[in-house]
């Protein structure tokens, strides 16, 4: 039974502090989405890799946050420095790359607290 | 604009009443495709349905039915006999050409014993 999984799954932080969180995707999957959550905004998405290139990052903080897939089965988000207002869960997404309306299979997410 | 609106925030429920979640969607595209997520208290979303925007067919799976209707661009979702198990929170959602999942507020179901 093929799952997306993330790392670690609760992260409590102090404002200013960098934090990263990991996302390995189903194997085989060439699109990875992150996305965020927060009781305000709802689920919103972050960024968009496709066969690891970053197709679209328009959802994201530019100034403190930045994304990478270093390989195939490794997903970064990364915050630097975080902040209150960062507190919220952190989905990433896999899905296969059928050339477009990809599904998505989601992970079970990152809950950040930023203190 | 692409748009899932979700109108109810939250609702509430006596065990073994049916219930009915509604979504509207918005967007320019002619095939685009329809999602349902539950987000149980334990915070993972699980996905229960998806529907392409060229099956209107209505669909069953258990207690649960879908009901697609592109005149009136809704896609709602009907919980029979409820069980105190259901209660979480849904999304619906809209997946466009650009593979971005466009998420509704979400309705918080609580079904009470």
């Known amino acids: 039974d093929a799952r997306v999984t993330q790392t670690p799954r609760h992260k409590v932080t102090e404002m200013g502090q960098e934090v990263t969180m990991r996302c390995q995707p189903i194997l085989g999957h060439n699109t990875v989405f992150w996305y965020r959550q927060t009781m305000m905004q709802g689920l919103e998405l972050l960024a968009y890799f496709r066969n690891r290139a970053p197709l679209d990052d328009s959802g994201m903080p530019k100034d403190r946050f930045s994304a990478e897939m270093p390989d195939a089965t490794l997903a970064t988000l990364k915050i630097q420095p975080s902040e209150p207002r960062d507190s919220a869960v952190y989905f990433c997404?896999?899905?296969?790359?059928?050339?477009?309306?990809?599904?998505?299979?989601f992970g079970p997410g990152t809950r950040l607290t930023v203190l | 604009a692409q748009k899932v609106t979700q109108a109810q925030t939250e609702i509430s429920v006596v065990e073994k009443e049916d219930v009915t979640l509604d979504c509207v969607y918005e967007?320019?595209?002619?095939?685009?495709?329809l999602f349902w997520y539950k987000q149980p208290p334990s915070g993972e979303l699980v996905f229960l349905i998806r529907r392409n925007s060229f099956d209107e067919q209505n669909e069953i799976s258990g207690r649960y039915s879908w009901n697609f209707q592109k005149s009136t661009s809704s896609f709602n979702f009907t919980i029979t006999a409820s069980q105190v198990v259901d209660s979480a929170v849904y999304f619906c959602a809209l997946l466009n050409r650009d593979d971005k999942i466009i998420f509704g507020k979400g309705t918080r179901l609580h079904i009470l014993p």
């Open positions: 967007t320019r595209d002619t095939t685009y495709y």
């Open positions: 997404a896999s899905g296969p790359d059928r050339g477009t309306y990809n599904e998505q299979f």
